[in-house]
């Protein structure tokens, strides 16, 4: 006899979890288009030079994509927290592949933070500097952990038949 499982209408840990993922989603896609607007403004300068016009280009691309990426997990998750049944499995990939970016991006950040220690310079000056960088690092770096453990729990949580008998069929 296989194993049953019944939906359930209260209050569930992953539709909280969902909810702090799209509104951090919702957060980033808006900073995206605030950095595009602004870059968009420094380009319709007529004076700027053509290598500064490039660069600028690659910013704006860049922002689209990461703006069309958190725009796109917002709905995602808004789909999942509606319980809509093609949400289940796309919400799985999108969030496992943005634990895996966030676990590339702390270690680049762990590689280029050591790097930076290690280089020498005015000692006085450098001890400063180095003290108000690791806060940041370190801060980031618990961030990561802390996101990639939730994103983690999500994945993991989304493929339990609890949870997958909640979502609708189409």
């Known amino acids: 006899m296989g194993i ?15 909810w702090l993922v799209l509104l951090l989603a919702a957060f980033g896609a808006t900073q995206y288009a605030v950095h595009a607007r602004r870059v968009w403004g420094v380009l319709a300068q007529p004076d700027l030079p053509a290598e500064a016009r490039t ?4 910013m704006l691309g860049w922002d689209l994509g990461y703006f069309v990426a958190a725009a796109a997990l917002v709905v995602f998750c808004a789909a ?20 895996l970016g966030m676990l590339a991006s702390g270690a680049v950040l762990l590689h280029h933070w050591h790097a930076w220690s290690a280089m020498s310079g005015d000692p006085a000056d450098a001890s400063l500097q180095l003290a108000g960088a690791a ?13 990639i453990a939730l994103l983690a729990w999500l994945v993991w949580r989304l493929g339990h038949p609890a949870v997958r008998a909640q979502f609708r069929r189409r």
Not at 4 to 18: C, D, E
Not at 136 to 147: P, T
């Open 4 to 18: 049953v499982a019944k939906p359930a209408n209260g209050l569930a840990g992953w539709r909280i979890g969902l």
């Open 55 to 58: 660069a600028l280009h690659g």
């Open 80 to 99: 999942g927290i509606l319980r809509q049944g093609w949400s289940r499995p796309v919400l799985r990939v999108a969030l496992s592949l943005l634990a």
């Open 135 to 147: 806060r940041a690092v370190h801060l980031s770096l618990a961030f990561d952990v802390g996101a």
